[in-house]
């Protein structure tokens, strides 16, 4: 299990990444100590919970991004599950599978894939969202600590901030990805 001073360890030296700001401008924008800061990076430290809101507001991050673990989640849609609204007008059928949350950003891709090695991806942003529709073959994806098995028309969501992975299980492998940024 990890230690919460672990979880702020790893949150702080992230959302110091994502940002770009060196030790010493996180510090000074938050006020604290260089010294505590890199203490508490290095999971050492006692942070008093005023710390960790001037960081906070300095990384520009809800609190709870800061001492929350975060565990990966996963949302599967099987073929066939999802409800079809069909038109009036046209042979035309729509599932919503996913709405979009205020604010998000989305880049769509189109995956082609080979059985052989596993496709591994670090995190990516924090807040990022991954959601795939399975075209044709069969994949293996998700969080690198529970990836599920999808076949065609299978949906899945996970985060995309934590380690994760694709691996093609069938040759001519498709999918649909979209990557939604929070």
């Not at 990444?17 to 430290?45: I, P, W």
């Not at 949350?101 to 807040?127: S, W």
Request: hydrophobic share 40%; glycine share 8%.
């Amino acid at each position: 299990m990890t230690s919460p001073l672990e979880i702020i360890s790893a949150a702080l030296r992230r959302e110091r990444d994502r940002v770009g700001l060196t030790l010493s401008e996180l510090a000074k924008r938050a006020g604290v100590a260089k010294s505590t800061l890199s203490q508490l990076e290095s999971g050492a430290g006692n942070p008093s919970v005023e710390t960790l809101w001037a960081l906070a507001l300095a990384l520009d991050v809800p609190f709870s991004r800061l001492v929350e673990q975060r565990a990966p989640q996963i949302r599967v849609v099987r073929a066939g599950e999802s409800m079809l609204i069909r038109s009036n007008h046209s042979p035309f059928a729509a599932a919503m599978l996913s709405s979009c949350p205020n604010g998000a950003r989305r880049d769509l891709h189109l995956i082609e894939a080979q059985p052989g090695n596993a496709r591994r991806a670090d995190g990516h942003l924090a807040g990022t969202v991954e959601h795939l529709l399975i075209t044709s073959g069969r994949l293996r994806a998700g969080p690198e600590t529970a990836p599920v098995e999808l076949g065609p028309g299978d949906y899945a969501s996970f985060s995309g901030d934590v380690p994760h992975t694709y691996e093609a299980l069938e040759f001519d492998t498709t999918a649909v990805l979209l990557m939604e940024h929070v």
